[in-house]
């Protein structure tokens, strides 16, 4: 059975800093490429940085030089380091991951950064 349990998120003031953590399960983890996206309420979906199994990592405009997307592979576990956050990052972060035939997504996150 296939898992990605997110975890880090919380409240924080403008400004400040969380680290998101997505544990995998049930799958090869190295083999995958894995991403973080966010849903704001009344918003799409959006991708905020994915990073692939090689380590080629591609960030969001709005993110780019804030957030860092790193992987171990040894723990199977995908990290996203958010800095300077502004209250506009407040939203559900759900990790996936994704190979050539499978997608998955982990149930989400919550993320509130007020101003």
């Known amino acids: 059975q296939v898992q990605l349990v997110e975890s880090g998120g919380g409240l924080v003031q403008a400004g400040g800093s969380l680290r998101l953590s997505c544990a995998a399960s049930g799958i090869s983890f190295s083999t995958y490429a894995m991403g973080w996206y966010r849903q704001a309420p009344g918003k799409q979906r959006e991708l905020v940085a994915d990073?692939?199994?090689?380590?080629?990592?591609n960030y969001a405009d709005s993110v780019e030089g804030r957030f860092a997307i790193s992987r171990d592979n040894a723990k199977n576990t995908v990290y996203l380091q958010m800095s300077s956050l502004k209250p506009e990052d407040t939203a559900v972060y759900y990790c996936?991951?994704?190979?050539?035939?499978?997608?998955?997504w982990g149930r989400g996150t919550q993320v509130t950064v007020s101003s």
């Open positions: 990073i692939t199994r090689y380590g080629t990592t």
């Open positions: 996936n991951a994704k190979n050539t035939w499978w997608n998955y």
